[in-house]
């Protein structure tokens, strides 16, 4: 079983930027698809972007296309997602998700149900 950790969610301005880490033990990391979403009081967990377990393939809401960039490194054990040119909506709380085997396949997973395990979010504050 895995365990994810986030880190590097804090204050920036908007147009700013931030790189979130996740980093996962317990699990062969490389065989876990895994995901970021956020969540905002009062609302359903949002999906953000999404990568494959070799890192392939990647995918990103429409939202966030062209400013965060999902990546992921199986050597650390880590996954990131790099955020530029923040905007005041983009404040949340953000999670790591890992889709473990045997139904990681080779693929990206959009839905918050695909994935069976979860880290317990870094806030992310973006100020206008």
């Known amino acids: 079983q895995v365990q994810l950790v986030e880190s590097g969610g804090g204050l920036v301005q908007a147009g700013g930027s931030l790189r979130l880490s996740c980093a996962a033990s317990g699990g062969t990391f490389s065989s876990y698809a895994m995901g970021w979403f956020l969540q905002v009081p009062g609302k359903e967990r949002k999906f953000v972007g999404a990568i494959s377990r070799n890192g392939v393939r990647t995918y990103c809401a429409d939202s966030v296309k062209g400013r965060f960039t999902i990546s992921r490194d199986n050597a650390k054990n880590t996954v990131y997602l790099q955020m530029n040119s923040l905007k005041p909506e983009d404040a949340a709380v953000y999670y790591c998700?890992?889709?473990?085997?045997?139904?990681?396949?080779?693929?990206?997973?959009?839905?918050?149900?695909?994935?069976?395990?979860w880290g317990q979010g870094t806030q992310v504050t973006v100020s206008s």
């Open positions: 998700a890992a889709r473990g085997p045997p139904n990681s396949g080779y693929g990206y997973y959009v839905s918050a149900r695909d994935y069976n395990y």
